[in-house]
């Protein structure tokens, strides 16, 4: 099996890019809900987690994302206190959906963090999705009906783009101009390609 690796700052389109993938019959593997899934059900990482952020996280009886979000944004070392919690648990689950799909050929995993998770080290190929970002912008600002500012400052806080696309083999441009079915042509036949290295060294 070949694995891709997807990955982009917000609003360049990863879900969408996601999406015409799995039209294709490639299976999605979704960082961002999976961990979402696995802090608000796996009984060790909420314990772990709650004793790091404190009982207000899951007050409610469920996680509670503006409190996590308020901790995680609250000092540049959280970040990571809440990463090493949950990236060994997203990571094991991730190779466990991997197991179930082998008769894929080719599957994905779409994550915004694939270098700082070290999930680059899991897949074949690592993909940037790229948009300019005044679109970017604008379409977070549709998407989750916030301002300028506030999408700019998160747009900040992630890494470049221009150094996301540097460090993948694989760049798909997603402005809305340039052919996305033709680039995404051009990615299989480049996976296909490493399946057939694959199997000769088999």
């Known amino acids: 099996m070949v694995i891709i690796g997807l990955t982009g700052g917000m609003g360049s389109g990863k879900s969408f890019v996601s999406a015409m993938l799995s039209l294709r019959g490639i299976p999605v593997y979704d960082s961002d809900s999976n961990a979402k899934r696995i802090m608000s059900t796996d009984a060790d990482v909420i314990s772990k987690l709650t004793s790091i952020v404190g009982s207000d996280l899951y007050s409610g009886g469920c996680l509670d994302k503006a409190v996590m979000a308020k901790y995680i944004f609250g000092s540049k070392t959280h970040s990571g206190e809440i990463s090493s919690v949950v990236h060994p648990k997203v990571r094991q689950d991730f190779k466990d959906w991997v197991s179930n799909v082998k008769g ?10 694939l270098f700082e998770s070290g999930f680059d ?3 074949d190929v690592t993909v940037a999705v790229y948009a300019p970002e005044e679109l970017r912008i604008k379409r977070c600002m549709m998407r989750d009906g916030t301002d300028r500012d506030r999408v700019l400052a998160r747009i900040r806080s992630q890494a470049d783009q221009e150094t996301i696309c540097s460090m993948c083999s694989f760049v798909i441009i997603n402005d809305g101009s340039v052919n996305l079915s033709g680039q995404l042509d051009k990615l299989i036949d480049r996976c ?7 199997s000769r060294k088999c």
């Open 121 to 123: 080290s899991e897949v």
């Open 104 to 113: 894929a050929g080719i599957c994905a995993i779409e994550s915004a963090i």
């Open 192 to 198: 296909n390609d490493i399946e057939k290295n694959k």
